[in-house]
């Protein structure tokens, strides 16, 4: 409460669920001229529950309910997207060099699952067995690290 009058917070994955776009306007709203953006995205994850005619069953409830989150994913999902293919048209620009990375969950894990952070871990480091995550690795270190060390001499 403040001065009597209560504060509504949202988490900032609703209101970016895909901060990278935000980022980019902050950066560029902070420099107003053009600079050279080596941007590095890393998701939780995203799970892609499968709807077809053998698991629907229609109607307010089943939207609501019965899905599992699917409802939630629908409506994440088109900003994200959006997002997505706004980020990869900048990215054409010279001065935007970046990385998305966001990798398929094989399961879906609610957030406020206790087992959330052991399932995720064990994930990560799965994944990090992977070329995805050398990648990821290899980028960091051509425009992120080496970015940062030239600018420290």
Not at 116 to 123: D, H, P, T
Request: net charge negative; glycine share 8%.
């Amino acid at each position: 409460e403040r001065d009597g009058d209560d504060e509504t917070f949202i988490d900032g994955g609703v209101f970016a669920n895909d901060p990278e776009m935000a980022a980019l306007w902050a950066i560029r709203m902070q420099w107003k001229k053009p600079v050279n953006y080596h941007l590095i995205s890393i998701g939780t994850g995203c799970y892609n529950a499968k709807l077809s005619v053998d698991n629907w069953k229609g109607g307010y409830k089943y939207w609501l309910l019965d899905t599992n989150g699917l409802l939630v994913n629908v409506l994440m999902d088109g900003p994200r997207s959006l997002i997505e293919t706004v980020m990869n048209k900048l990215a054409t620009f010279d001065n935007i060099k970046r990385i998305k990375f966001n990798y398929q969950l094989k399961e879906s894990i609610e957030l406020d699952d206790p087992g959330f952070a052991a399932k995720f871990n064990k994930e990560w480091e799965i994944l990090k067995t992977g070329d995805d995550y050398k990648v990821l690795v290899y980028f960091y270190k051509e425009h992120i690290k080496k970015q940062r060390n030239s600018s420290e001499q």
